[in-house]
Every structure is written in structure tokens, then in C-alpha cells.
């Protein structure tokens, strides 16, 4: 018979991995993004505290997946919180998310990806936080909600006037690209592969 967690390192492994999150913003706000590297950002548009437009939040009612790479402007990360400025079908927007309201994270450049579980519910329900993986045995998001055909991702810094038409996307599963997507792997689902 397991014993009861009541230090609940579910939940502690989930901040710190959050904290992986806020560093890699504070260092594209500050440098922007290296290389190849853009981030797909899912959250949970009901969580208290997050702030979007009506508009979004009637399109997005309870997820959506943020693209950030080649144009996004003051982006701010506090402690609990950032604000990004984002493009969606031409309409600029500013985001305010808490990172809690975070559902899961992934760099595809180097096929690094973050699942988040809810922190509401029910206290015993198993969690798995993190399902970090590279190579051949990539890791993506799972579809956030359907993307309408003029969603685009967006990204990186300010906006460029000569750039085509940026705007922040849900994800399919599939790759921009048109390539078939990962699927998330719980921590779980990891060990047993291995």
C-alpha cells in the first residue's frame, strides 16, 4: 500500500518547471530568440487572472496556443505573470497570462516540450507534469483548439512593416511546416517507453 504524497512534489515539480518557462521568457525579452528557436505557449483562457479580448476569449472559451517567433512586442515577465503584445489576423492584441493558467510549453527547433496539468480538481488525481524528450521521439502540444484558415503564428520582437500578415495560431498537431505533429507523452507514458 503507497503511501499518501502530502508534500505533494507533484505539484512542486510543475512550479519549477513553470520556472523553467519565466527563465526562457526573461531571456528572449532581454535577447530575443537565438537561432531557430520560437515557443508555442497553451494556456487555459478561463484561469483567473488571465487577461485577452472579448474577441479571443470568445474564440478561445477555454484554451488557446500562443505561437511566439519572429514578432512579438513588450514582452514583460513579473514573478506570477507576463504580457506579451501579439498579432492575431492583423488585430494587435496584448495577453496577460498567469503562468498557472499555463497547459504546456514547446520549442520545436529542438523538439523540447512541457505538458502542465490543471492544479483545480480533484487532490489525488495523478499528476504528470513534464514529458521532455529530443531526437527521434519528438514532443508537441496537443491541440488547443481548431485554427481558422487566416491564423498564422506569430512571433519575435516588433513588427515588420514589409512582413506578411502575423497572427497567433491554436495548434492542430501539425507543424506550420504541414508536417504531422508529436503527441504529448505523459512522464508516466516515458518511463514505460524506455
Same mark, same amino acid.
Do not use: C
Given at each position: ?63 488557446? $496556443? ?11 515577465? $513579473? ?47 495523478? $499528476? ?43 495548434? $492542430? ?22
Amino acid at each position: 500500500m503507497a503511501n499518501k504524497d502530502l508534500i505533494r512534489y507533484d505539484l512542486l515539480v510543475q512550479d519549477a518547471l513553470r520556472g523553467v518557462v519565466r527563465r526562457v521568457l526573461i531571456d528572449a525579452g532581454k535577447d530575443g530568440l537565438p537561432g531557430e528557436h520560437h515557443f508555442y505557449i497553451s494556456f487555459k483562457t478561463d484561469f483567473p487572472g488571465v487577461r485577452i479580448s472579448n474577441r479571443l476569449r470568445e474564440k478561445y472559451p477555454q484554451e488557446m $496556443t500562443i505561437v511566439m517567433q519572429h514578432q512579438f512586442w513588450d514582452l514583460i515577465i $513579473t514573478d506570477h505573470t507576463f504580457e506579451v503584445g501579439l498579432s492575431f489576423s492583423g488585430v494587435p492584441e496584448r495577453l496577460l497570462i498567469p503562468f498557472e493558467a499555463l497547459t504546456g510549453f514547446f520549442d520545436p527547433s529542438v523538439q523540447f516540450g512541457l505538458k502542465f496539468d490543471s492544479q483545480e480538481g480533484d487532490e489525488d488525481a495523478e $499528476t504528470a507534469p513534464v514529458a521532455p524528450v529530443s531526437g527521434s521521439d519528438p514532443v508537441a502540444l496537443k491541440p488547443a483548439a481548431k485554427s481558422s484558415p487566416e491564423d498564422k503564428p506569430v512571433s519575435h520582437q516588433k513588427p515588420a512593416k514589409d512582413d506578411a500578415e502575423p497572427a497567433a495560431a491554436a495548434t $492542430t498537431g501539425d507543424e506550420p511546416d504541414g508536417t504531422p505533429g508529436a503527441q504529448v507523452v505523459s512522464l508516466d507514458a516515458f518511463r514505460k517507453k524506455n
